[in-house]
T-cell receptor
Framework: GAVVSQHPSWVICKSGTSVKIECRSL??????MFWYRQFPKQSLMLMAT?????????EQGVEKDKFLINHASLTLSTLTVTSAHPEDSSFYIC????????????FGQGTRLTVV | QKEVEQNSGPLSVPEGAIASLNCTYS??????FFWYRQYSGKSPELIMS??SNGDKEDGRFTAQLNKASQYVSLLIRDSQPSDSATYLC???????????WGAGTKLIIKP
């Protein structure tokens, strides 16, 4: 079964509004989670690294004031897209590494965001 | 040079044949290697992980790692139409859990 749960799976919002996406690790603790964005027919693009109890680390070109990340517990990270615009429409995916001998990353189901 | 390189494809393979997917990486210090499968509109799903040189088999899937050549591959035996997807190679080179991703190879299994 899924080890990382992401919610909602899809959302439609109006321009200028904010949308919150949740990512939960279900049976393990994740001090680190990753947020990706993927446009159609393109590869995953890492947006930011979410760190429990500290500030997120954003990749170059990603606006930290627009994409707010909160990692308040060892099992939950949230991404809030603030003042969304149509160009923010994309597939947002979170992942969490789980250490089991090696370190494997498990992905949430993804959130399809459409801004109208 | 990209850190992790894959042929974007599409790679077309007849049903029942062996599909061979390749990936090269640039950092010799890389420690962990992963293959993910991504269906259109879905998030990636872990298929195989490999950490040491040689082959690792799991059902119809075999991952092969050659650190000297900085090369990792995925073989899919008895390919099925349901194997049609984009296959992503990912490499972890340090202890911060961050994966470096290839762009993915689109695999098409033709009935």
């Amino acid at each position: 079964g899924a080890v990382v749960s992401q919610h909602p799976s899809w959302v439609i919002c109006k321009s200028g509004t904010s949308v919150k996406i949740e990512c939960r690790s279900l049976d393990f603790q994740a001090t680190t989670m990753f947020w990706y964005r993927q446009f159609p027919k393109q590869s995953l693009m890492l947006m930011a690294t979410s760190n429990e109890g500290s500030k997120a680390t954003y990749e170059q070109g990603v606006e930290k004031d627009k994409f707010l990340i909160n990692h308040a517990s060892l099992t939950l990270s949230t991404l809030t897209v603030t003042s969304a615009h149509p160009e923010d429409s994309s597939f947002y995916i979170c992942s969490a590494p789980r250490v089991t001998g090696g370190t494997e990353a498990f992905f949430g189901q993804g959130t399809r965001l459409t801004v109208v | 040079q990209k850190e992790v390189e894959q042929n974007s494809g599409p790679l077309s393979v007849p049903e029942g044949a062996i599909a061979s997917l390749n990936c090269t990486y640039s950092d010799r210090g890389s420690q962990s290697f992963f293959w993910y499968r991504q269906y259109s509109g879905k998030s990636p799903e872990l298929i195989m992980s490999i950490y040491s040189n040689g082959d690792k088999e799991d059902g119809r899937f075999t991952a092969q790692l050659n650190k000297a050549s900085q090369y990792v591959s995925l073989l899919i035996r008895d390919s099925q139409p349901s194997d049609s997807a984009t296959y992503l190679c990912a490499v972890n080179k340090d202890s911060n859990y961050q994966l470096i991703w290839g762009a993915g190879t689109k695999l098409i299994i033709k009935p």
